[in-house]
């Protein structure tokens, strides 16, 4: 049973570009939430994917944003970076509507330095 | 807003040896989950145990019990016979009961000394 996974390990980018980081959920999730944990902080939540839109959202500004495919697996991208966007970002997987809903599965996370 | 905190940014145990963790955390609601996460120097964060706010009992998994006193909205982990493998940053989460995102503490980085 594949776990969650994400895609790039690590990534390197200039303040400026734009980035795109993956995410495949668990086999059977629905649901894929995400979330930015800069260096010794908790993590925080973006915003959360069910059925292809965006659920719910945190305190996020535009730049960040997201899309959900058919397969379930989603896409995270960040426009304009800027070097407070360095962090490692994790990817959670959940499935809605069943008694372990609040059961969230998190990936390895994608660690993103903006330079 | 919801908001979690744990106060101990870092604790040390001797292998064998039991460990508490704290968490507060404040909520106008009524009904909902409160978890611990483990993330090891691999990053994976792994969920150590999970406790729903209508349950007075408190929840275990095996080494790992916590003591949930919803009146002081209190929610500590406690680690019995600390492992090695123990060590780690342990984060305590908030969910609502319908919402959808976990709100995190900013954690307690766990040593255990052999």
């Known amino acids: 049973d594949a776990g969650v996974t994400q895609s790039p390990t690590h990534l390197i980018k200039t303040r400026g570009q734009q980035v795109t980081l993956r995410c495949s959920p668990k086999?059977?999730?629905?649901?894929v939430s995400w979330y930015q944990q800069a260096l010794g902080q908790g993590p925080q939540f973006i915003f959360q994917?069910?059925?292809?839109?965006?659920?719910q959202r945190g305190n996020f500004p535009d730049r960040f944003s997201g899309h959900q495919f058919p397969n379930y697996s989603s896409e995270l991208n960040v426009n304009a970076l800027l070097l407070g966007d360095s962090a490692l970002y994790l990817c959670?997987?959940?499935?809605?509507?069943?008694?372990?809903?609040?059961?969230?599965?998190f990936g390895p996370g994608t660690r993103l330095t903006v330079t | 807003a919801q908001t979690v905190t744990q106060s101990q940014p870092e604790m040390s145990v001797q292998e064998a040896e039991t460990v508490t963790l704290s968490c507060t955390y404040d909520?106008?609601?009524?009904?909902?989950?409160l978890f611990w996460y483990k993330q090891p120097p691999s990053r994976q964060m792994i969920l150590v145990i999970r406790?729903?706010?209508?349950?007075?009992q408190n929840a275990t998994e095996n080494r790992f019990s916590v003591n949930f006193q919803k009146a002081a909205k209190s929610f500590s982990l406690k680690i019995s016979d600390s492992q090695l493998g123990d060590a780690a940053m342990y984060f305590c989460?908030?969910?609502?009961?319908?919402?959808?995102?976990?709100?995190f503490g900013a954690g307690t980085i766990l040593r255990v000394k052999s």
């Open positions: 086999s059977g999730h629905d649901t």
């Open positions: 989460a908030y969910r609502t009961q319908y919402g959808n995102k976990l709100v």
């Open positions: 994917y069910y059925e292809e839109e965006e659920r």
């Open positions: 909520t106008s609601e009524s009904d909902y989950y």
């Open positions: 406790q729903e706010a209508y349950k007075q």
């Open positions: 959670a997987s959940s499935l809605l509507g069943t008694i372990n809903a609040h059961e969230q599965y």
